[in-house]
């Protein structure tokens, strides 16, 4: 069964998914519906233990590179658009990228091979990640080159990993919606339908640090499955 937009009742078989695997970790979920727009986001609190998120820290935090975002219609750099560092992990680095990995699956009923490498992101100080689509947006030969045969992002497993901070929350404007960090909270949404078309209502921002460092991993799924381009 493909879930999408158009059916918000799909959000409780994601839940109960998650129990299935995981019924001492996960107690309770929280799901934002926005009618006018017939969209959801969903938030899983504790979908990592503190100990599991402390510990992805550490594995990345020797790994780290800059992070970098480009232009809709280029392999050019956008700059002044997000300032953070990032590495990716694979399954083999840990249990964890693994059990990740495992409950995506079942969250967005794609199989792991379609999912990319979990990336783990660090934003310091005056951080920020401006409003974007996880999906290619802007001209089509671009974005055929850069989906290649994967397709496009598909949905968005977002992880915070700290909470020790402030500032940093993660903003829909299309919709509305502001999600707090938490650590150890999952936040899900789903970034096109099940057509590969982009989803307005998915665009997202992170607001700028306050103060601290701000950790988070990203797991996306592509509708296809996913070769390294």
């Known amino acids: 069964m493909n879930f999408s937009k158009e059916d918000p009742i799909a959000i409780m078989f994601i839940v109960l998914s998650i129990l299935i695997c995981i019924p001492p970790i996960i107690f309770a979920y929280y799901t934002f519906y926005s009618k006018k727009e017939n969209y959801t986001v969903t938030e899983i ?57 495992t409950l995506t699956s079942r969250i967005c009923n794609k199989p792991i091979e379609n999912q990319e490498l979990l990336q783990v992101v660090k934003y310091p100080t005056g951080g920020f990640f401006n409003p974007h689509y996880d999906a290619c947006i ?56 099940k057509n590969g078309t982009i989803l307005n209502e998915s665009l997202h921002a992170g ?9 988070i991993c990203n797991k996306w799924t592509r509708i296809n499955k996913y070769d390294t381009i």
């Open 45 to 101: 609190p504790n979908f990592l233990t503190h100990e599991e998120c402390d510990k992805l820290i550490q594995i990345a935090s020797t790994q780290l590179i800059p992070s970098k975002v480009y232009t809709e219609n280029s392999d050019d750099v956008l700059e002044n658009h997000r300032t953070s560092e990032q590495c990716w992990l694979t399954n083999e680095n840990d249990d964890i990228v693994n059990k990740i990995s």
């Open 207 to 215: 607001n700028p640090i306050t103060s601290g460092n701000k950790w």
């Open 138 to 193: 802007g001209n089509p030969e671009f974005c055929k080159r850069m989906n290649g045969s994967s397709g496009p992002r598909y949905g968005t497993l977002l992880i915070y990993l700290n909470d020790d901070f402030t500032g940093g929350e993660t903003v829909f404007p299309n919709i509305n919606k502001t999600v707090k960090p938490e650590k150890g909270k999952a936040v899900f949404f789903y970034t096109t339908n």
